[in-house]
């Protein structure tokens, strides 16, 4: 009988039929294809991904790179959990690689043990078949990024109104070159238990956060190398994973400089204080295209076509 179940289902699916019941099709093979359906062609991607309900029944795999690609089996971080919450819920960007669910269940845990903090308010990890958004992120397409709020998690009974009215908090002054007095010793010790996780490629965190953990750290420093200053994340630090196990098409990033990284944050620091004059010979930033399924990898395709 099981064994009908299965050709069923396969008939329905070789058929084109979308009537298939999710209960009777098992992970499957993401196969590559550059044979992009008309109904396709020509239409920003973001459009396609953005109206994907759900995650797909394929094996979990990121294709592409962290700001071109998919994302093929996501799961969801549950909305409320022992430790976390999921914030607005309305985006429907709550979904990621399995291993980005569970680093983001690991690190609330963490952060209930810190003094204020009950758990952490999680923000956008990718849509539930990553690709390009409808706004906002560049990044966020193949389920290994998240975001974690600055704000300390000290309720987690919001309801899903306050999950979109309420706001995080702002942890810099003088532009992101120091931080403010919302900034406490618990926000550096959840950074470096990010940053300490093996899974933890890289997080980015505005300029004066890095220079601040540079200078209260005072045991092992190594951690420091992942956490990189960038423009804005001061309301919340983004968290980006390793590629995972066994995924070859998955396109990693180049290792951070060696080094602890704060003369780095220090020199942007600077910057800020005293902004060097602009160069006017400097080229013109070219002005960014929406992507459309011609610019991702193939396995795309069959990610929005399955079930």
Excluded at 161 to 169: F, H, L, N, Q
Excluded at 256 to 283: R, T
Aim: with cysteine; proline share 8%.
């Amino acid at each position: 009988m099981d064994r009908l179940f299965k050709l069923m289902a396969l008939s329905l699916v070789l058929a084109g039929c979308t009537a298939t019941p999710r209960d009777m099709a098992e992970p499957r093979q993401v196969v590559s294809t550059q044979n992009i359906p008309a109904a396709m062609i020509g239409v920003h991607a973001k459009q396609l991904f953005g109206s994907a309900p759900n995650g797909s029944r394929q094996g979990a795999q990121p294709f592409g790179g962290y700001a071109k690609g998919c994302l093929a089996g996501g799961v969801e971080l549950p909305e409320t959990g022992p430790t976390w919450q999921a914030m607005r819920l309305s985006r429907n960007r709550n979904w990621g690689h399995p291993e980005t669910i569970d680093f983001v269940q690991d690190l609330s845990r963490f952060a209930a043990t810190q003094p204020g903090w009950t758990g952490l308010y999680v923000g956008d990890i990718s849509q539930p078949r990553g690709g390009p958004m409808l706004t906002g992120h560049r990044s966020h397409q193949i389920g290994m990024d998240a975001d974690i709020w600055m704000r300390p998690a000290d309720r987690l009974t919001l309801s899903r109104a306050e999950r979109e009215s309420i706001s995080s908090i702002s942890m810099r002054r003088a532009n992101g070159a120091y931080t403010n007095g919302d900034w406490t010793r618990a926000h550096h010790e959840i950074l470096k238990a990010a940053a300490q996780d093996l899974r933890t490629d890289r997080i980015f965190v505005f300029p004066g956060a890095k220079v601040q953990m540079c200078q209260d750290e005072t045991g092992d420093r190594s951690w420091l190398r992942k956490v990189r200053p960038w423009w804005g994340h001061h309301y919340h630090f983004h968290v980006r994973l390793k590629c995972s196990a066994n995924s070859a098409s998955c396109v990693a990033q180049e290792a951070p400089p060696p080094g602890d990284g704060c003369a780095d944050a220090q020199e942007w620091v600077a910057n800020i204080l005293n902004p060097p004059p602009p160069d006017p010979n400097a080229p013109k930033p070219k002005p960014q295209r929406e992507l459309t399924m011609a610019d991702l990898p193939g396995q795309c395709v069959a990610v929005l076509q399955a079930d």
